[in-house]
């Protein structure tokens, strides 16, 4: 893989960030971390795994998930210099030794623990293959993930089947055990894990291709995770369910159409505003498909390590695909998008109307975005924070957080905590047509307090009059270009 790890800015910053974990300052401020801790804290050298340092429980989950160990792996191919594997065995033994029994706190949630066993696994593979792992230490950390995947098993519950924290961990159980378990194929809590999360995958993933729980940020942490287990058991000619096989595909499709022409994803539900193309290579070098590929996307580090040598080549043979969709039209999410093409400058509108979904959906229903040759008119104001504590994650959960229609300064949906609402809407249907660069979209809810409902209709305009080549203030462009039509029918 080294010959692929030839940028020297990213290999400067995976070397520091690699550096500050030799030294035991952690901060967590990756592409898709679920919570993103920026702020550095210096640990002890004993760490306590439990130990809140910002006053944010959130903290401890990063730490424990372990994310830290593919940077000193990647270090270690980078720089040669063993240390950084020395220094990520010496925090999975330390982790192991800190848990002889598995039992709740902090520091064994069971999302984290399934995305932690999945990197305890991998590094002990990349650390016995470069002969720094004794038989005694080998058997320390496989006794350890033994250990937690049945905590998992054990501490399963009934509402995981529709939940991220689920799937994440049943689609990581489907490719871990196998891997450590020779007789796999009569494993009673693999067989579990195959049976149950088939109907997890079914239930969770709408027929348009989108997770249920109304966040593309969690979307995607259910697709990577369903892609990883792909290609393991791909690579281990381990079988694989073809519904997985499809499904991957639909949620891949469904990820390019909420991506904006400039690569990015709208801050929809509890996400952050980041870019993609990273899962659109997984997905194009697992799956052996140019479906989605838009671009000589440079292949990163991290994705680099994911894949290997093999995967990453096949990515970089395939050919751009010249016939990308513009239109993402989620009939049964209630997620629509529409992009006048495909280039970075070019315009592009969302419009919500789905469920609630789960705790990390928002109070969006009618919600417009708006995108004008790349520049942001109309946005999503996203989640920012997790914190319980902070008028912030409410705030930016309300529906004035979104550019929705409130009647009289009476808010129909109203969250009342960080993970709860006391009052929300009943999505109707949306009517939509696209013919040439003219869209439209209608839709409406019910509001179930008041038995009264609020319909909007959209019509979207690509672009207009040969505008496009001409240079306008900000103002002008919104005279000559912007032509949305707001109608609102309230009875």
Known sequence: MKKYLQNEEENNKIVN??????????????TWDMERCIKKYQLPKSINWNQVYNEDEEWVFMLNRFSFLKDLAIAYLITDKKEYLDKAKELIIQWVDAHPTIEYTLSTRTLDTGIRIELFVTITQFLEENKLLSM???NKIISSIFLQIKYLR??????????NWGSIQLLTLLYIIPQIDLNYKINKIYLWAKEEARKQIEIQIYPDGMHWEQSTMYHVEVLNTLLRMIQMNK???????????KIAYEMTDVLYGLTLPQGYIETFGDSDRV?????????????????????????????IFDLGEALVRRY??????EELPLNFDGVDSGIFVTKSSNSKDASSTMFLNGSLGSGHGHCDNLHVSFSMEGIPFLIDNGRYTYREDSQDRIRLKSMNSHNVLVIDEKPHSIANGSWSNKAFCRPTKTYYRHVDKFHTYESGVTVLSE???????????????GFLQMKFSIVEIIKQKLIIILILKYK
Do not use: M, P
């Open 17 to 30: 960030y690699a550096n500050e974990i030799i030294y035991h300052q952690f901060s967590f401020d990756k």
């Open 136 to 138: 005694n230490e080998k």
């Open 154 to 163: 054990e501490n399963y519950i009934t509402k995981y089947r529709l939940s």
């Open 235 to 245: 690579k281990n000619l381990i079988e694989i369910d073809e519904i997985y096989i």
């Open 275 to 303: 870019t993609t193309h990273d899962i659109f290579i997984k997905a194009c070098s697992i799956l052996n498909t140019n479906r989605w590929k838009k671009n000589k996307w440079r292949v990163e580090a991290e994705t």
């Open 316 to 321: 970089n043979q395939l050919d751009i695909n």
């Open 451 to 465: 038995g009264s409902s609020i319909f909007r209709k959209l019509i979207v305009i690509d672009r207009i009059y």
